[in-house]
């Protein structure tokens, strides 16, 4: 009797757990204002002409980017401002693209120290991943060049204050 009731409950929780897919509908589309505030102390922000760079002024409007979920753990960075998606290319340049392709999509990670990790969806390096990262300047860093345990890839994703929203 009491292996019945086991094997009935494991059952029911096996029911109820999600696929191996990873189907999980109601994350998806998520959309989140946020400004990207990387380790270096810089904002991430991309100008109208589509450059990816850093900011240390926190109140500029072209800091504001949207991040929106495309599948779980895998997000599209939009500049509210300029309307670019930041995007890598092959090689690891940075850039803004005025559509969302594959190369617009980065796998988002939370570290253990409570910042997120970008990692280019598409591009790989020698079988690594490509990071997002801005540099001790601003500059963005060639994502052939960086690690997830580097302190330059690290963004924390800081709320944005209603008045912008409107």
């Known amino acids: 009797m009491r292996r019945r009731l086991w094997l009935g409950l494991a059952w029911l929780l096996l029911a109820r757990a999600p696929s191996a897919a990873g189907s999980y509908p109601h994350l998806e589309g998520d959309v989140r204002w946020r400004r990207l505030f990387s380790s270096t102390q810089f904002f991430l922000r991309v100008d109208p002409g589509g450059r990816v760079l850093g900011t240390r002024w926190r109140h500029g409007q072209d800091s504001v980017v949207e991040i929106r979920s495309v ?11 300029s309307g670019f998606y930041v995007a890598m290319s092959r090689q690891g340049h940075l850039y803004g693209s005025r559509v969302c392709r594959v190369d617009c999509r980065f796998l988002e990670r939370i570290e253990e120290n409570g910042y997120n990790t970008y990692a280019s969806l598409r591009w790989r390096h020698r079988g690594r991943p490509m990071f997002l990262a801005l540099d001790g300047r601003g500059a963005p860093r060639q994502g052939m060049r960086t690690r997830r345990h580097h302190l330059s890839t690290h963004f924390l994703p800081v709320l944005v204050s209603s008045p912008l929203r409107s």
């Open 71 to 81: 599948h779980v753990g895998t997000v599209a960075i939009k500049a509210v401002h």
